[in-house]
């Protein structure tokens, strides 16, 4: 490929709605995302769907968000009653 990977519309798609979800501050429809993005991208990897190099890619923006969603629950905005 002359450009890089060839996007994955699903991925990308799954990306946006994380991406849109945490600046809404929607905690839980980020993390179910977030999560549902990882077992897509291996159920892709699995089945031979995605390259390689397309693969590596998902991956490594699925990492930028790791530390961002790590902790990502509604228990961190509670500090007292």
Not at 14 to 23: A, D, G, K, R
Request: glycine letters at 4%.
């Amino acid at each position: 490929m002359l450009f890089g990977p060839r996007k994955n519309r699903e991925l990308e798609q799954l990306l946006e709605s994380v991406n849109m979800n945490c600046s809404n501050n929607y905690k839980d429809a980020a993390k179910m995302d977030y999560e549902k993005f990882w077992r897509r991208l291996e159920e892709l990897k699995q089945s031979g769907e995605i390259s390689t190099k397309s693969y590596t890619y998902y991956e490594q923006e699925g990492t930028k968000l790791q530390g961002k969603m790590k902790n990502y629950n509604h228990n961190n905005n509670v500090r007292s009653f």
